[in-house]
């Protein structure tokens, strides 16, 4: 099974920071990465899929980059509404998801 | 417009089984597999297994393999998941979610079903 290692696990910032997560994969997932924000009660929503390409109607602030086992999702700008969990998830072999890194409002 | 709406909450004790119906609407439910997942409290989603909503053919994660049984019925567009043997670690948030071949991820959820095991 493919670990996704998540961090920092809390991320603590202010609205107008810039919010950089790492995602780390126990091997090679090539370019099969996605992000995806979870609210309390909500279900996860697809941010960002094969590491960089941002899903129909999501903002521009949300970019993603990296490939083979090293993932970072950035937000440049945070909005109120971005203060969430934030998951990534392999497909390179069956699914897995990481841990998820909470970004809180400092 | 494009959703997937799950079944109500359910309570069970040890040892039963619980059944979590997904309908889907706004697009053709055919053309696409669903998968189901579980969240446990402050985790990250995990993944049961898919079903093809067009052939009903399965694939389950060897986790649950022997205790999960994903069916569906295209007349009503709704897929369905079928754990037996709870334990209190099956308690959990269960999601459906469509897999899409745009993106080859999973695009639209439904909302969730809090499955409950206690004696």
């Known amino acids: 099974e493919i670990v996704l290692t998540q961090s920092p696990a809390t991320l603590s910032l202010s609205p107008g920071e810039r919010a950089t997560l790492s995602c780390r994969a126990s091997?090679?997932?090539?370019?099969?990465l996605a992000w995806y924000q979870q609210k309390p009660g909500q279900p996860p929503r697809l941010l960002i899929y094969d590491a960089s390409n941002r899903a129909t109607g999501i903002p521009a602030r949300f970019s993603g980059s990296g490939s083979g086992t090293d993932f970072t999702l950035t937000i440049s700008s945070l909005e109120p509404e971005d203060f969430a969990v934030y998951y990534c998830q392999q497909r390179s072999n069956l699914w897995t998801f990481g841990q998820g890194t909470k970004v809180e409002i400092k | 417009q494009v959703q997937l709406v799950q079944s109500g909450a359910e309570v069970k004790k040890p040892g039963a089984s619980v059944k979590v119906s997904c309908k889907a609407s706004g697009y053709t439910f055919t053309g696409y597999y669903i998968h189901w997942l579980r969240q446990a409290p402050g985790q990250g989603p995990e993944w049961m297994g898919w079903i093809n909503s067009n052939s009903g053919g399965t694939s389950y994660a060897q986790k649950f393999q022997g205790r999960v049984t994903l069916t569906r019925g295209t007349s009503i567009n709704t897929a369905y998941m079928d754990l037996s043997r709870l334990t209190s670690d099956d308690t959990a948030v269960y999601y459906c979610?469509?897999?899409?071949?745009?993106?080859?991820?999973?695009?639209?959820w439904g909302q969730g079903t809090l499955v409950t095991v206690s004696s």
């Open positions: 979610a469509r897999y899409t071949g745009n993106y080859y991820a999973f695009d639209i």
């Open positions: 091997q090679n997932v090539n370019n099969y």
